[in-house]
């Protein structure tokens, strides 16, 4: 039986753009700077939210949108995405519409996500219904993908300004997504895993951003049990993932990291030198 899919446009546009600037001798320079692009969702031709956005993956962001602010529960529920750019508008139609959806919308949280994110409904109260497996994480592992990431990062490289994301098994990076906003991101990836039917019981998810509540709820649901990131930890991060049992690692490069949650689910089996370790 063949996985469902529903019709998707193809409407990816490139992450830069080119500009010129002057720098501090008055030369004139040329660049590229991150591609902002104000994107607006329909869902059955209601106004939901607008999300500024690369413009990469606007169709998976949009459908992990919809998948982690729980709008839709199951893929076949969705008939098509069609994202049109001279519009600037993603158009969701549905079977057979969404039940409850006014009452979703009254109810909303504006998060700390670059640009100011927002969680309808009552997600956080949701989490409680989350069920993580059993995870276990070693210290080899996490410099192992940690070496891997370095040779990502493509858009942030050549213009700045955004945030990366990734899908991973172990060491092994399955998928890479960068936007103006790691919430974005996070939904890009989502949207793919919905879309392929892929399971996140065995997957690491790291961003190259902070570790909010925002995205501790997110990989929650997306039932990926280990979170990594370069950057820092929230103080409601830390809470939500010890409640629902996400390892969680912070400040995590080169040799250097700290597990904020699940230690004891850490496996040390890479201890740095005393010479690196005394030189971080």
Same mark, same amino acid.
């Given at each position: 039986?063949?996985?469902?899919?529903?019709?998707?446009?193809?409407?990816?546009?490139?992450?830069?753009?080119?500009?010129?600037?002057?720098?501090?001798?008055?030369?004139?320079?040329?660049?590229?700077?991150?591609?902002?692009?104000? /994107?607006?969702?329909? +869902?059955? #031709? !209601?106004?939901?939210? %607008?999300?500024?956005?690369? $413009? @990469?993956?606007?169709?998976? *962001?949009?459908?992990?949108?919809?998948?982690?602010?729980?709008?839709?529960?199951?893929?076949?529920?969705?008939?098509?995405?069609?994202?049109?750019?001279?519009?600037?508008?993603?158009?969701?139609?549905?079977?057979?519409?969404?039940?409850? /959806?006014?009452?979703? +919308?009254? #109810? !909303?949280?504006?998060? %700390?996500?670059?640009?100011? $994110? @927002?969680?309808?409904?009552? *997600?956080?109260?949701?989490?409680?219904?989350?069920?993580?497996?059993?995870?276990?994480?070693?210290?080899?592992?996490?410099?192992?993908?940690?070496?891997?990431?370095?040779?990502?990062?493509?858009?942030?490289?050549?213009?700045?300004?955004?945030?990366?994301?990734? +899908?991973?098994?172990?060491?092994?990076?399955?998928?890479?997504?960068?936007?103006?906003?790691?919430?974005?991101?996070?939904?890009?990836?989502?949207?793919?895993?919905?879309?392929?039917?892929?399971?996140?019981?065995?997957?690491?998810?790291?961003?190259?951003?902070?570790?909010?509540?925002?995205?501790?709820?997110?990989?929650?649901?997306?039932?990926?049990?280990?979170?990594?990131?370069?950057?820092?930890?929230?103080?409601?991060?830390?809470?939500?993932?010890?409640?629902?049992?996400?390892?969680?690692?912070?400040?995590?490069?080169?040799?250097?990291?700290?597990?904020?949650?699940?230690?004891?689910?850490?496996?040390?089996?890479?201890?740095?030198?005393?010479?690196?370790?005394?030189?971080?």
């Amino acid at each position: 039986m063949l996985h469902y899919r529903p019709q998707l446009t193809e409407a990816a546009l490139e992450a830069a753009s080119p500009v010129t600037a002057m720098d501090e001798r008055g030369r004139i320079r040329e660049g590229l700077v991150a591609a902002e692009r104000p /994107l607006t969702v329909y +869902l059955d #031709k !209601r106004e939901l939210v %607008t999300l500024m956005t690369l $413009g @990469t993956a606007p169709e998976l *962001l949009v459908l992990g949108w919809l998948r982690n602010q729980r709008m839709i529960a199951a893929l076949d529920q969705i008939l098509a995405i069609q994202v049109d750019w001279e519009t600037e508008s993603a158009a969701v139609t549905t079977r057979t519409g969404v039940e409850g /959806l006014e009452a979703r +919308l009254a #109810k !909303r949280t504006v998060t %700390t996500g670059c640009g100011q $994110g @927002t969680l309808f409904g009552s *997600l956080l109260e949701d989490l409680e219904r989350i069920q993580l497996p059993p995870a276990l994480f070693s210290q080899n592992a996490l410099y192992r993908l940690l070496e891997a990431l370095r040779h990502h990062n493509r858009v942030y490289r050549r213009a700045g300004a955004v945030h990366g994301c990734a +899908l991973c098994r172990e060491e092994q990076i399955l998928v890479f997504i960068e936007d103006v906003g790691r919430h974005n991101a996070v939904d890009a990836i989502a949207g793919h895993m919905w879309l392929e039917g892929i399971d996140g019981g065995d997957k690491v998810f790291y961003t190259t951003g902070r570790l909010t509540s925002e995205m501790v709820i997110k990989v929650a649901q997306m039932g990926i049990p280990v979170l990594v990131s370069r950057s820092g930890v929230t103080r409601m991060g830390l809470e939500l993932a010890r409640k629902v049992g996400v390892i969680l690692i912070a400040r995590a490069k080169g040799e250097h990291f700290l597990v904020y949650n699940g230690a004891d689910r850490m496996v040390l089996d890479a201890l740095p030198t005393r010479e690196a370790a005394g030189g971080r």
